[in-house]
T-cell receptor
């Protein structure tokens, strides 16, 4: 299995631009999570989906952030407009009901200038 | 409000000695706990877990201890090896949810 696949690995953009991060979960996993890693807050949960349905988006910092999961094999996290304080590493993770553990992708390093 | 806290940002240990990483939580509904290890430029990888019905779980050189009354868990690595140098995250979840709350991480450096 290829594991959780995230793209791009690195994204550099200018303030005000739209940013879209992509994730392909492990086949057969029915839960998907978006996390953001910062020095101050560690791994911060932004949103998670169960069977493609958003269950808890209370961690999404502002309306500038949105996430979708149109099908079981694809999810996006969009920031519009982006700001310098959004600079962080964004991780996607997936899991299945029986495993009780998360499998993470390699992350997207986002830099907003 | 941080529901899962790792108060030591970093720890240095000599090779062959014991590494002890600590984690505290505030939510009494948490009943399942995990430790993840993260190398630079990689995603976190699962290391070991423990359910609240136990107070200890062991896997090779790694042991996790849970003290429910103190809302505290710790990860012991014995003996520590240079390859164990990484950032370690503690995570917690409550029954009936799939929400995993992570701490801020502890950077472990094992000196050869």
């Amino acid at each position: 299995d290829a594991g959780v696949i995230q793209s791009p690995r690195h994204e550099v953009t200018e303030m005000g631009q739209e940013v879209t991060l992509r994730c392909k979960p492990i086949s057969g996993h029915n839960s998907l999570f978006w996390y953001r890693q910062t020095m101050m807050r560690g791994l911060e949960l932004l949103i998670y989906f169960n069977n493609n349905v958003p269950i808890d988006d209370s961690g999404m910092p502002e309306d500038r952030f949105s996430a979708k999961m149109p099908n079981a094999s694809f999810s996006t996290l969009k920031i519009q407009p982006s700001e310098p304080r959004d600079s962080a590493v964004y991780f996607c993770a997936s899991s299945s009901l029986g495993t009780k553990k998360l499998f993470f992708g390699s992350g997207t390093q986002l830099s907003v200038l | 409000d941080q529901q899962v806290k790792q108060n030591s940002p970093s720890l240095s240990v000599q090779e062959g000695r014991i590494s002890i990483l600590n984690c505290d939580y505030t939510n009494s509904m948490f009943d399942y706990f995990l430790w993840y290890k993260k190398y630079p430029a990689e995603g976190p990888t699962f290391l070991i877990s423990i359910s609240s019905i136990k107070d200890k779980n062991e896997d090779g050189r790694f042991t996790v201890f849970l003290n429910k009354s103190a809302k505290h868990l710790s990860l012991h690595i014995v003996p520590s090896q240079p390859g164990d140098s990484a950032v370690y995250f503690c995570a917690a979840s409550a029954s009936g949810t799939y929400k995993y709350i992570f701490g801020t991480g502890t950077r472990l450096k094992v000196l050869a």
